[in-house]
């Protein structure tokens, strides 16, 4: 339910902010009862992702617009395929432009580097996720890109899970205030949601594992490749275990191959260059 209000939410300040009173430029040179035609060309190579949210956005400027998609959302694409046509009423076309073409390029972009990035792990059981890392106000297209890429979603904000990360630990007098502090919350508000905790050494790692009753999963922040092998070991199946910090391609194997269950990467979001799109009239 959320999922469609967040996306609704990004259709209407998208619009608002670029059409603002009017799009001048359209409703003086295009008639208001031109019926015109275009197609989305592909000037790249990857994944395609955000064929859906264009579906949605053309619907939401004028229902009567046709949508004819040639690609789904997840296809491998080339240079000079066709993802979709659309036709109807040429002066709402021009104003969806921009917001489909902005929103699939940057989309499209994320999906194609979560895959290449789980192309490179696939002979393991580890699965990637995304960070909060994401770009303000399209945090709901940005995951959804990193879905269709292969990948999974962390939390999506501050209210869906219980991050234990060094500043709330340090400003709350260590791991084990913080987590009975957290574990008390959630009784008081009756809230549903896991906790995660940040282990910087292998000493707060087992501090954490004498809390694992109330921990989901242990954040392995930082440590090198050995450090984190060490780590999987001693934590065993007591609690999952998560990667992060500065894994790159070249080292996003070994860390994988070190057994832990999920990975997180703050680049398939904050470090992406769009794909080369264009919506061109025929």
Not at 9 to 30: F, H, K, P, R, W
Not at 70 to 81: F, R
Not at 183 to 207: F, M, T
């Amino acid at each position: 339910m959320r999922f469609r209000e967040d996306l609704k939410l990004v259709i209407e300040n998208a619009l608002q902010e670029d059409i603002g009173s009017g799009d001048y430029t359209s409703l003086a040179c295009v008639p208001e009862q031109h019926i015109g035609k275009a197609k989305l060309i592909v000037k790249d190579t990857g994944i395609i992702a955000g064929v859906e949210f264009a579906k949605e956005v053309f619907s939401y400027i004028d229902s009567s617009i046709i949508f004819n998609p040639l690609c789904k959302d997840g296809d491998e694409v080339n240079y000079g395929d066709i993802a979709f046509y659309v036709s109807g009423a040429s002066q709402k076309i021009l104003q969806a432009e921009r917001l489909v073409l902005n929103a699939m390029q940057r989309m499209s972009a994320i999906a194609t580097k979560t895959a290449s990035y789980m192309r490179l792990i696939n002979s393991t059981n580890t699965q990637i996720i995304d960070t909060r890392k994401t770009t303000p106000g399209i945090r709901v297209l940005e995951k959804w890109a990193v879905r269709i890429g292969g990948g999974e979603n962390h939390r999506f904000g501050l209210y869906d899970m219980m991050m234990l990360k060094d500043n709330h630990i340090d400003f709350c007098g260590g791991i084990t205030k913080a987590v009975k502090k957290a574990v008390a919350y959630k009784d008081k508000n009756n809230l549903q949601v896991d906790i995660i905790v940040e282990a910087r050494d292998h000493k707060e790692v087992a501090e954490i594992l004498q809390l694992n009753t109330y921990v989901r999963r242990i954040l392995l922040d930082n440590f090198t490749i050995e450090e984190t092998l060490k780590a999987v070991g001693i934590i065993g199946a007591k609690c999952e275990t998560e990667s992060s910090g500065n894994i790159t391609e070249k080292t996003i194997l070994q860390y994988a191959n070190c057994g832990v269950n999920y990975i997180s990467v703050g680049a398939l979001t904050h470090s992406v260059y769009n794909m080369d799109l264009s919506l061109k009239a025929f």
